[in-house]
């Protein structure tokens, strides 16, 4: 009873664990977009200096401290207008997609809490109150698998081949 809700929800906590520390990830590349788009800013200000071919370009940024000489990146393979989309176009991408991480991360924040505290319950819970815990544990898609009744009778000998089913559904037996 109780180990049977209790492994998969286990398992579930673990996924929802992975799954924020591959979101946090994510969220950490929101730095390096604005790197992106600042390079995109200092390159448009000098696209007249830039010819395709090079590999980077040495440009001044304007900072409160003063003049700052910057190294910009580039494809050789792209003129200087492409070059400076290609950092706005990747700022973007980043830019946009963390908004959608962070929805992403509260929603397996919350199914996490969720989980942990049914976790709890099952783990406190009196054998009368197992049914309807695994009702809420199907409900969080984290419910143990169902009894699969055994198709075959243990005293009957499994056949020597495999039976598979086409596309077509033709029957396909291997073995």
């Not at 109780?2 to 929101?30: I, N, T």
């Given at each position: 009873?109780?180990?049977?809700?209790?492994?998969?929800?286990?398992?579930?906590?673990?996924?929802?664990?992975?799954?924020?520390?591959?979101?946090?990830?994510?969220?950490?590349?929101?730095?390096?977009?604005?790197?992106?788009?600042r390079l995109g800013d200092l390159l448009k200000a000098s696209l007249h200096?830039?010819?395709?071919?090079?590999?980077?370009?040495?440009?001044?940024?304007?900072?409160?401290?003063?003049?700052?000489?910057?190294?910009?990146?580039?494809?050789?393979?792209?003129?200087?207008?492409?070059?400076?989309?290609?950092?706005?176009?990747?700022?973007?991408?980043?830019?946009?997609?963390?908004?959608?991480?962070?929805?992403?991360?509260?929603?397996?924040?919350?199914?996490?809490?969720?989980?942990?505290?049914?976790?709890?319950?099952?783990?406190?819970?009196?054998?009368?109150?197992?049914?309807?815990?695994?009702?809420?544990?199907?409900?969080?898609?984290?419910?143990?698998?169902?009894?699969?009744?055994?198709?075959?009778?243990?005293?009957?000998?499994?056949?020597?081949?495999?039976?598979?089913?086409?596309?077509?559904?033709?029957?396909?037996?291997?073995?």
């Open positions: 009873g109780r180990r049977r809700l209790r492994e998969p929800l286990r398992g579930a906590v673990g996924r929802a664990r992975r799954a924020l520390d591959k979101l946090k990830d994510e969220a950490a590349r929101v730095p390096a977009a604005e790197r992106d788009r200096a830039v010819r395709r071919g090079q590999a980077a370009v040495t440009v001044t940024e304007w900072t409160e401290a003063g003049p700052a000489e910057v190294v910009v990146p580039l494809d050789p393979a792209l003129g200087p207008r492409e070059n400076m989309e290609r950092f706005y176009r990747r700022f973007r991408r980043i830019a946009e997609s963390a908004a959608r991480v962070e929805a992403r991360a509260a929603e397996v924040r919350t199914r996490l809490a969720a989980l942990l505290a049914l976790l709890a319950e099952v783990d406190a819970a009196g054998p009368e109150a197992l049914p309807r815990l695994e009702k809420e544990a199907r409900r969080l898609a984290a419910g143990p698998r169902p009894v699969q009744p055994s198709r075959r009778r243990r005293d009957e000998p499994a056949p020597p081949y495999r039976a598979f089913r086409s596309v077509a559904g033709l029957p396909i037996l291997v073995g």
